[in-house]
């Protein structure tokens, strides 16, 4: 087998669901001798984080001629640093990665897809997916896969290997000094979500929920952690409902595990997720969990089983959930234990070894 080295390219300019999971991946690459390095934006936490840990990046401008620019320089790059792999983690490091191997044919190409686009491409950008020059797309979920086959990618080249969680990291914890610190009130239960504030993530229907949930349960507090242009909005929806003093608003979380911990039960409200990583993470720290049936999580939430699946923007069945949760501590648990025994497959090392072994499958094609 040929010996390799990945250039990944992440051109995320936050450190989300996706730049953490090429994070974890490129470093469990690193603890198994694989050469990394990773092309990012200027100013990116995950270049930061990369650096941490003695990882090479390369900070690039993106956007009209810069790709043409930037790919030519990252050319000599790979040249001279012997990457010989191109792994993309979102469309715009496709973009790069695509133009890379326009330059140099020889370089093999990986591409993990972890949305789901819900609508047909446009002819530009099903060139991308249709194209030859893609060796391989890793789809996060069943859903992915199908829309992936969909727009026409031949199944030879498509692998489903789910988005994995550090189970290290992810695990119930204390969550007393993150309760005092950011002054949550005591309650008896707490619900909580994380997202960012965008219209596809639906926490107005996640709100509505809290005001009904408000008319049986007086000792309840719905947790949201996340930052976006959406927040101003949501907050007056809570007021609309005069459930303000049911919700609170953390704002960008760094503790997750100790916030997921103190939760009874997560909820994830999406109207589209390609698998909804959150909810692994969470159920991971031991929450109940609950998710609209949103394309994704239809994976690893067996109905009534590991976790309950609700209608998209259905607020009144999301509701009748919660609340049968909340009034049944057995269940709670019990779907808590159920998920829990499934989270193995979505372990981090146990996917990342998975992607290592396409790259060795690859490898036999380089030179």
């Known amino acids: 087998m040929n010996q390799y080295a990945v250039l990944h390219v992440d051109l995320g300019r936050t450190f989300r669901g996706g730049q953490r999971q090429a994070y974890n991946l490129i470093r469990y690459l690193k603890e198994n001798g694989i050469d990394s390095g990773c092309v990012v934006t200027s100013e990116s936490e995950l270049g930061s984080r990369?650096?941490?840990?003695?990882?090479?990046?390369?900070p690039i401008k993106y956007g009209g001629f810069d790709i043409v620019a930037e790919s030519i320089r990252l050319r000599k790059v790979c040249s001279e640093m012997g990457y010989n792999m191109i792994?993309?983690?979102?469309?715009?490091?496709?973009?790069?990665?695509?133009?890379?191997?326009f330059l140099n044919p020889a370089l093999r190409v990986i591409v993990t897809r972890r949305v789901l686009s819900g609508k047909s491409k446009v002819l530009m950008?099903?060139?991308?997916?249709?194209?030859?020059?893609?060796?391989?797309?890793?789809?996060?979920?069943?859903?992915?896969?199908?829309?992936?086959?969909?727009w026409g990618v031949s199944d030879?080249?498509?692998?489903?290997?789910?988005?994995?969680?550090?189970?290290?990291?992810?695990?119930?914890?204390?969550?007393?000094?993150?309760?005092k610190r950011n002054s949550i009130p005591d309650r008896k239960f707490y619900i909580g979500t994380a997202c960012a504030f965008d219209e596809n993530k639906d926490v107005a229907t996640l709100i509505n929920m809290a005001g009904k949930l408000s008319y049986n349960y007086d000792d309840f507090i719905l947790l949201v952690a996340g930052t976006g242009e959406g927040r101003g909005s949501l907050e007056r929806l809570a007021r609309f409902i005069e459930a303000e003093d049911k919700i609170r608003f953390l704002g960008q979380?760094?503790?997750?595990?100790?916030?997921?911990?103190?939760?009874?039960?997560?909820?994830?409200?999406?109207r589209a997720e390609g698998l909804g990583t959150s909810l692994l993470e969470a159920g991971a720290c031991g929450c109940a969990l609950v998710a609209s049936d949103c394309g994704g999580p239809r994976d690893f939430i067996d109905d009534?089983?590991?976790?309950?699946?609700?209608?998209v923007e259905d607020d009144e069945r999301l509701f009748r959930i919660v609340n049968e949760l909340l009034e049944d501590r057995g269940k709670r648990e019990r779907v808590a234990k159920s998920f829990a025994e499934t989270l193995d497959q979505y372990d981090m090392d146990h996917v990342c070894r998975q992607v290592m072994t396409h790259y060795n499958r690859l490898a036999m094609l380089v030179g």
Do not use: C
């Not at 030879?156 to 309760?179: M, Q």
């Not at 009534?304 to 209608?311: N, V």
């Open 156 to 179: 030879s080249r498509v692998v489903h290997i789910p988005s994995g969680v550090d189970t290290k990291y992810f695990t119930l914890v204390d969550a007393d000094e993150f309760k």
């Open 304 to 311: 009534g089983r590991t976790g309950y699946l609700f209608p």
């Open 253 to 270: 979380v760094s503790e997750m595990p100790q916030f997921y911990s103190l939760l009874d039960v997560y909820v994830l409200s999406s």
């Open 50 to 58: 990369l650096n941490e840990i003695g990882i090479p990046t390369f």
């Open 87 to 101: 792994h993309a983690h979102d469309s715009h490091g496709h973009n790069i990665a695509l133009t890379l191997r």
């Open 125 to 150: 950008s099903r060139w991308k997916y249709t194209s030859r020059n893609t060796d391989l797309f890793i789809a996060v979920s069943s859903v992915v896969e199908n829309e992936l086959l969909q």
